[in-house]
């Protein structure tokens, strides 16, 4: 079993849409969860961190994390054609370096 | 600020040659980098935390002898495949830790160099 799984997509989406991507993990040690957007040729940018369970909100972008179910969650709100990328989640230990990435879901939002 | 830049971003090799990937902060001191793999359809995997000044610490399963890392200044690091073969393609992306600071939203990510080996 993967540490993270989350769908690949592709995800099309209108413009204006609320989009919502997802991950499950195994690790009930994960204490660090964070969505990154990456776009075509770029390297992967923090869009979100929490730290254990609870929402966390900015601008357009909520971050979800429900520990007791290990599962996460990003909501786009009124997405538009510039969140088009891939959003990839990650996980990590306290005092730890590793980061455990899902396989990153491709989204495009339709003008 | 907090941008970190990779070369080559694409590199093309023979099979038996040897290949070095440079990671640079360039406007902040990055005492801790990251090097991570993707193949496609799979998750970015941590290949080796490189520490400036001294070893690198690699993953299970990630032949140091093989993958050689160096991190001689606070803002470089690099990553040279050895004897590179066909199934060492695959998408190398590094990240910096920003010196002085240990959480996660310290760690910045490069754009990553797509090797491919003929």
């Known amino acids: 079993q993967k540490e993270v799984e989350q769908d690949p997509g592709p995800l099309s989406v209108p413009e204006g849409a609320i989009v919502s991507l997802n991950c499950t993990y195994s690790?009930?040690?994960?204490?660090?969860f964070m969505w990154y957007r990456q776009y075509s040729r770029k390297g992967p940018e923090l869009l979100m961190y929490?730290?254990?369970?609870g929402n966390k909100e900015d601008g357009r972008f909520t971050a979800q994390v429900d520990k007791s179910s290990k599962y996460i969650s990003l909501f786009i709100r009124d997405s538009q054609p510039s969140d088009s990328a891939t959003y990839l989640c990650?996980?990590?230990?306290?005092?730890?370096?590793?980061?455990?990435f899902g396989t990153g879901t491709r989204l495009t939002v339709i003008p | 600020g907090a941008v970190v830049s990779q070369h080559p971003s694409r590199v093309i090799c023979k099979s038996g040659t040897s290949v070095k990937i440079e990671c640079r902060s360039l406007?902040?001191?990055?005492?801790?980098m990251f090097w991570y793999r993707q193949f496609p359809k799979q998750s970015l995997m941590l290949m080796a935390t490189?520490?400036?000044?001294?070893?690198?610490?690699?993953e299970q399963g990630v032949e140091k002898d093989k993958f050689l890392i160096n991190h001689a200044s606070l803002t470089l690091s690099t990553l040279t495949v050895t004897s590179a073969h066909p199934e060492d393609s695959s998408f190398y992306i590094c990240?910096?830790?920003?010196?002085?600071?240990?959480?996660?939203?310290?760690?910045?990510f490069g754009p990553g160099t797509r090797l491919t080996v003929l």
């Open positions: 990240s910096a830790r920003v010196a002085g600071k240990s959480s996660y939203n310290e760690q910045f």
């Open positions: 690790n009930s040690a994960f204490q660090y």
């Open positions: 929490t730290y254990s369970s």
């Open positions: 990650a996980m990590g230990e306290s005092g730890a370096n590793n980061l455990f």
């Open positions: 406007d902040f001191q990055a005492t801790t």
């Open positions: 490189s520490n400036e000044g001294s070893k690198a610490t690699y």
